[in-house]
């Protein structure tokens, strides 16, 4: 069973950066693939991005390609999503996700989440 718990949400301005951190306990994440899901206000929650087990592979949707970076420590267990240029409109929770699978060949629904952080952006 794999915990995850994620953190370094907040509030912030547009323009602004913040780094969010999934810390996974229970078992080791190194041999996973993990993603960062979002949901905001009235909205469905969607894809942000997905690492590989090594972090060889990375997948960004469109919304924040060239703004958001995906990134992975096997040796802390954890997983990193870094927002740059931030908008008000990646005001959402943003969850962290996993699965027993080390690649993904396409957005597939993930097998484990976290609780989720919140990120709000001002305009």
């Known amino acids: 069973q794999v915990q995850l718990v994620e953190s370094g949400g907040g509030l912030v301005q547009a323009g602004d950066s913040l780094r969010l951190s999934c810390a996974a306990s229970?078992?080791?994440?190194?041999?996973?693939?993990m993603a960062w899901f979002r949901q905001g206000p009235g909205k469905e929650r969607e894809f942000v991005a997905s690492?590989?087990?090594?972090?060889?592979?990375?997948y960004y949707a469109d919304s924040v390609k060239g703004r958001f970076t995906i990134s992975r420590d096997n040796a802390k267990n954890t997983v990193y999503l870094q927002m740059n240029s931030l908008k008000p409109e990646d005001t959402a929770v943003y969850y962290c996700?996993?699965?027993?699978?080390?690649?993904?060949?396409?957005?597939?629904?993930?097998?484990?989440w976290g609780q989720g952080t919140q990120v709000t952006v001002s305009s």
């Open positions: 996700a996993g699965y027993s699978r080390p690649r993904l060949s396409t957005i597939a629904k993930p097998d484990y």
């Open positions: 229970g078992r080791t994440i190194s041999n996973s693939a």
């Open positions: 690492i590989s087990w090594a972090g060889a592979s990375t």
